[in-house]
């Protein structure tokens, strides 16, 4: 026994156990965020409930099942409830989706089990999804079309009501888009001149022929505008001409425009298969649509966009910083007390909280440098901001410098490693020195440089708190790209995965519709991380293997 504890065996065992429960630690989370995130996406049943609760009165009620839970009697009795469960015993109470905002007034409440009188699971109840005001649940019994009422055939479950909702939603997205491109870039063009033109006012250069063609091309914009504004209300009119008639658990009839709703779902009808494809299509949305109702519906296509987008810019500016300043301070800089107080600053720059370097990046970066570019470059702009605001490149200027200790250490560890022979024997063979590190050291030690871009993205793609103050916004109205010349917008506030599961688990006015979603955008933003990591540990394989020749 003394042998095999003085070998040094149990410290391994113990090491290695300790590594497997972690592991199976971070996948268990990880497959909790998954199925919590995943599984909101799976069409539930729709059920009606006849209740009637302890004064008496009877109702009807439609909705899906959210979560259950029991409940003490003695609570729920001194919560003001009235039934025969006798003290220590437990009540099951269902969260229930309603729908029906408009008429209902709450998305979601509580029903007691003692309050059931009958529960069943209808055929022909639709769930309708809209672009406002939630879900509405109820039975479709007929379709406007262009002011005639058309009863709906028994048993049709949405063939003729989607022929309807696909017509209102092609021109709905057809009309988006034409508002968004079309539109969008007339308002950004006569903007840009009206800057041009204020810019010679400054410059005092503006003479009356030039006046007069930015007049004429205001003009011409705005007269193109005018084309696409009737165009754009003609395709409003269109979308909304059509109708939908459906009973609600009220039992009246309520008639919804179609150019508000997106899809209906027959869900009790459904088989498995259906469920599965229906599945697929939620995920799919969400992750290529825009959010809706102050991001507690839709998707965060947006928001995957601003957080790849950020790090990328993040990793082009940090990489080459990084990488120089290691060169320098282990190649040229002399072995001394100063080099020394440098490298033990970088290393203490990693441990400065995030929150500082959003601080130092709203001061230095927003109001010091992109206040000065705004009073150089766009004067005409002022006082309206265009660099003096928060914006994507001042985030990445701020992770940037909050990342730049990990790159730099790393680096520094792929040069230390590569042996003095190979710098000797390039040197020796008639290289300069510059020579010699641009093509024998830096590609043996770009695998360590790739190392230290991997923890680097690693850690910004997850950071909130800096962005908070240096660019990142709820709600995002225009992509930092798009088709309007510079096509890349650099000063454009951005949304991010991050700050969305903050904003949509914390400042959500509708908890209970937020919830899943925080479970399900933590998993997008896992997996965003693991695709680019994936990606950076890709390349720094590749290279490992492209120079491992060098190092024998």
């Known amino acids: 026994m003394g042998k095999w504890v003085k070998s040094g065996s149990p410290w391994i065992w113990m090491t290695g156990g300790a590594v497997s429960i972690s592991l ?5 989370l990880l497959l909790l965020i998954a199925w919590r995130g995943l599984s909101y996406f799976w069409p539930a049943d729709l059920y009606q409930w006849q209740l009637e609760d302890s004064q008496g009165q009877k109702g009807t009620l439609i909705g899906e099942i959210y979560d259950r839970e029991e409940v003490p009697s003695e609570r729920l009795i001194s919560a003001g409830h009235k039934f025969q469960q006798q003290p220590g015993e437990f009540v099951t109470r269902y969260l229930v989706k309603t729908g029906n905002r408009e008429f209902v007034g709450l998305d979601f409440r509580w029903i007691l ?3 059931i009188i009958s529960r069943e699971v209808p055929s022909g109840l639709a769930k309708f999804e809209r672009t406002k005001n939630g879900n509405f649940y109820g039975y479709p019994i007929a379709v406007i079309e262009d002011g005639k009422r058309l009863a709906l055939a028994e048993g049709d479950l949405g063939s003729s009501l989607n022929a309807h909702i696909a017509r209102s939603v092609a021109i709905a997205d057809e009309a988006l888009d034409l508002q968004k491109t079309d539109i969008g870039s007339i308002n950004y063009r006569i903007e840009r001149l009206r800057l041009k033109e204020r810019k010679h006012e400054l410059d005092g250069d503006l003479t009356e022929a030039k006046k007069a063609s930015i007049e004429a091309q205001i003009a011409q914009l705005n007269a193109d505008y005018l084309v696409l504004e009737k165009r754009l209300f003609a395709l409003r009119d269109a979308a909304s001409r059509d109708s939908v008639v459906i009973k609600d658990m009220r039992g009246e009839e309520v008639i919804l425009k179609l150019d508000t709703v997106l899809a209906v779902s027959y869900v009790n009808d459904m088989s498995t298969l259906d469920k599965l494809l229906h599945w697929f299509k939620g995920v799919g949305g969400f992750v290529v649509d825009d959010p809706r109702e102050a991001n507690t519906e839709g998707g965060v296509f947006p928001a995957i966009f601003g957080t790849v987008f950020m790090v990328m810019l993040m990793a082009v500016i940090v990489t080459p910083f990084g990488v120089i300043a290691a060169i320098y301070l282990h190649e040229y800089a002399k072995k001394g007390p100063i080099t020394k ?3 033990i600053a970088v290393i203490n720059l990693a441990g400065v ?5 959003g601080v130092f990046g709203l001061g230095f970066f927003v109001y010091m440098l992109g206040g000065s570019i705004d009073q150089l470059f766009y004067p005409e702009a002022l006082p309206a901001p265009t660099f003096g605001s928060p914006g994507v490149i001042w985030s990445a ?4 410098i909050l990342t730049l200790p990990v790159v730099i250490v790393s680096t520094e560890e792929g040069l230390s490693r590569i042996p003095s022979a190979v710098r ?6 008639g290289a300069t020195k510059a020579e010699t590190l641009w093509r024998i050291v830096i590609p043996m030690a770009s695998p360590a440089i790739m190392t230290g871009l991997i923890l680097a993205v690693a850690r ?10 240096v660019g990142v916004v709820k709600l995002a109205p225009t992509l930092p790209l798009d088709m309007n010349f510079p096509f890349v917008h650099l000063e454009r506030k951005f949304m991010h995965l991050g700050f969305h599961i903050y904003d949509v688990g914390f400042q959500s006015p509708n908890v209970e519709a937020a919830r899943p979603l925080v479970y399900a955008t933590s998993f997008l933003l896992v997996s965003v991380i693991v695709a680019l990591n994936l990606t ?3 390349v720094r394989n590749h290279l490992r293997e492209k120079f491992r020749s060098l190092e024998h």
């Open 24 to 28: 199976i630690a971070v996948l268990g």
């Open 113 to 115: 089990a003692t309050d």
């Open 341 to 343: 107080m440098i490298r």
């Open 353 to 357: 909280p995030s929150i500082v370097y």
């Open 397 to 400: 200027l701020t992770l940037a």
């Open 424 to 429: 000797q024997g390039s040197l020796a063979l």
């Open 460 to 469: 910004a793609a997850g950071e909130v708190a800096p962005l908070m103050l």
């Open 536 to 538: 950076a540990i890709s």
